[in-house]
């Protein structure tokens, strides 16, 4: 029995939200990354030059880089056309699965590239107190283990994640 000194419940708003910002908001959010990572792919398959600050190194590292922006925004925005009969479907499981290791796996190649990959890096360190800003040059053993540790953290968040699908596969 309720306490009626208990204040009165908040009614739940069971309206859902209108069909335009249903679809259009899960578009904007994920356009705004899939662009720009689609911009990043498209610079490292010297497919245009929007970016030429950035070929400095190997052309693929910076196609690499651009993918997980662009796997992320277009999974967002495919939240726009799921029903809730199409997100239990084999298509979209299949191609969730697809875009969440299309993030992992590329975010872990850049990040073990830096930390293990051949050649001289700089590395930056910027430190903030307010609105000073002090910016120097960081060492490369340093930077090396850093961007190491993250791509190895990584890399076994991506083979757990592909572990568990196979097996929940095998169930």
Request: hydrophobic share 45%.
């Amino acid at each position: 029995m309720p306490n009626r000194d208990d204040p009165e419940p908040i009614p739940i708003d069971d309206k859902p939200l209108p069909v335009g910002c249903a679809i259009g908001l899960p578009l904007l959010f994920g356009s705004l990354f899939a662009v720009p990572g689609l911009l990043l792919i498209l610079t490292g398959l010297n497919i245009i030059d929007i970016y030429p600050e950035l070929t400095n190194g190997p052309r693929w590292t910076i196609s690499i880089l651009g993918l997980p922006f662009f796997s992320w925004g277009v999974w967002v925005a495919s939240g726009a056309f799921n029903g809730i009969k199409g997100e239990k479907s084999i298509v979209s499981q299949t191609a969730k699965h697809f875009l969440i290791l299309a993030n992992l796996i590329p975010m872990a190649g850049v990040f073990l590239w830096g930390g293990f990959g051949p050649g001289e890096r700089n590395f930056q360190v910027e430190t903030s107190f307010g609105p000073l800003s002090v910016t120097s040059s960081g060492k490369e053993l340093t930077g090396r283990f850093v961007f190491g540790s993250v791509g190895i953290f990584m890399a076994m968040i991506a083979l757990l994640y592909v572990h568990k699908l196979f097996a929940r596969n095998k169930r």
